[in-house]
């Protein structure tokens, strides 16, 4: 069974930063393609960055282009989410998820393994 334990959120004022990451139990975590995902309350979980198991493909919603990073750290078996210049529009509960492939994809459906969440609160 794998396991993916989100850390790094919390209330930040708009224009500030803060890093979440994603520690995942198994083996072979380069196999698999890693994705953030967030949901507002009241709203669909949606995409938000996507990285491929080597890291040489990454995707990103255009809403966080150019504010956030994703990256991994596959000897940690960890990824990252370097989030920036954050707005109160990004106010949501991030999760981690491991896609079952090596190919980075925006679509939920193709990500079988969730963490829990992570509470980001922006305030304005």
């Known amino acids: 069974q794998v396991q993916l334990v989100e850390s790094g959120g919390g209330l930040v004022q708009a224009g500030g930063s803060l890093s979440l990451s994603c520690a995942a139990s198994?083996?072979?975590?380069?196999?698999?393609?890693m994705g953030w995902f967030r949901q507002a309350p009241g709203k669909e979980r949606e995409f938000v960055a996507a990285i491929s198991g080597s890291g040489g493909i990454i995707l990103y919603a255009d809403s966080v282009k150019g504010r956030f990073t994703i990256s991994r750290d596959n000897a940690k078996n960890t990824v990252y989410l370097q989030m920036n210049s954050l707005k109160p529009e990004d106010t949501s509960v991030y999760y981690c998820?491991?896609?079952?492939?090596?190919?980075?994809?925006?679509?939920?459906?193709?990500?079988?393994?969730w963490g829990q969440g992570t509470q980001v609160t922006v305030s304005s």
């Open positions: 998820a491991r896609r079952r492939g090596v190919v980075a994809v925006a679509t939920k459906y193709e990500y079988d393994y």
């Open positions: 198994g083996r072979t975590f380069s196999n698999y393609a």
